[in-house]
């Protein structure tokens, strides 16, 4: 069963701590996205990955950066972590860009304290 | 920047009756996706609608996609309990190569 894993359902980090937020996938897929979800906002999209070593800006890109080594993973960092960076943070990936729709992993529920 | 809107923003029925949500979105698509959240969990992919179709179908769910009003429908017929979750829709806006998810229907379905 292919799958995207979080490496974390739940965290609580301190303000001003650096924290790291691990994604991998096993499908050999080209595309990595990072999404955090907040009650009446919806998903965000906050960075995303077409290919190894390579990153592009989503809609909220402040105060976080990612990651990408290797094609199956996918870093989020938050370089300083704030009380407004309290969430559900959600990692997908995708077979590329065209008619493909996302796989998710279940989620990193952050809250910081 | 959110590009689908769903409506309505919760929905609560009968087990055994038909859900109806729809999705308005603002710009061209190259397609346009819905995704199921149980609670607290990730998304889940249902079904993928071309902007060239026009209605498709994958057991109880029937989408519907017409692009001059740029609107989707998502029909879940015979409801059943497990079908309670929150529903979004998605758009693959044309140059973006990125979906943009709208808020999402929370659907209860009362035994």
């Known amino acids: 069963d292919v799958k995207v894993t979080q490496s974390s359902r739940y965290l609580v980090k301190r303000t001003g701590e650096k924290v790291f937020l691990e994604c991998v996938q096993d499908m050999d897929h080209e595309n990595m996205f990072w999404y955090r979800q907040d009650p009446g906002l919806g998903l965000r999209l906050i960075y995303f990955s077409y290919d190894v070593k390579m990153k592009e800006k989503g809609d909220i890109p402040e105060g976080y950066s990612v990651s990408r080594e290797k094609k199956e993973r996918f870093s989020l960092i938050l370089e300083s972590a704030s009380t407004n960076q309290t969430s559900m943070y959600l990692c997908?990936?995708?077979?590329?860009?065209?008619?493909?729709?996302?796989?998710f992993g279940s989620g990193t529920r952050l809250t910081v304290v | 920047s959110q590009q689908g809107e769903e409506d309505p923003q919760a929905l609560s029925i009968q087990e055994g009756e038909n859900a109806t949500m729809n999705c308005s979105y603002k710009t061209s698509i190259n397609n346009l996706q819905w995704y199921r959240q149980n609670s607290g969990r990730g998304l889940v992919h249902l079904i993928l609608?071309?902007?060239?179709?026009r209605e498709k179908h994958s057991g109880r769910l029937r989408v519907t996609l017409d692009t001059s009003k740029k609107s989707s429908s998502l029909l879940i017929t015979a409801s059943r309990a497990a079908d309670t979750a929150s529903y979004f829709c998605?758009?693959?806006?044309?140059?973006?190569?990125?979906?943009?998810f709208g808020q999402g229907t929370r659907l209860t379905i009362n035994p």
């Open positions: 997908a990936s995708s077979a590329g860009t065209g008619p493909y729709g996302y796989t």
């Open positions: 609608i071309r902007s060239n179709e």
């Open positions: 998605a758009t693959d806006a044309r140059g973006a190569q990125k979906l943009v």
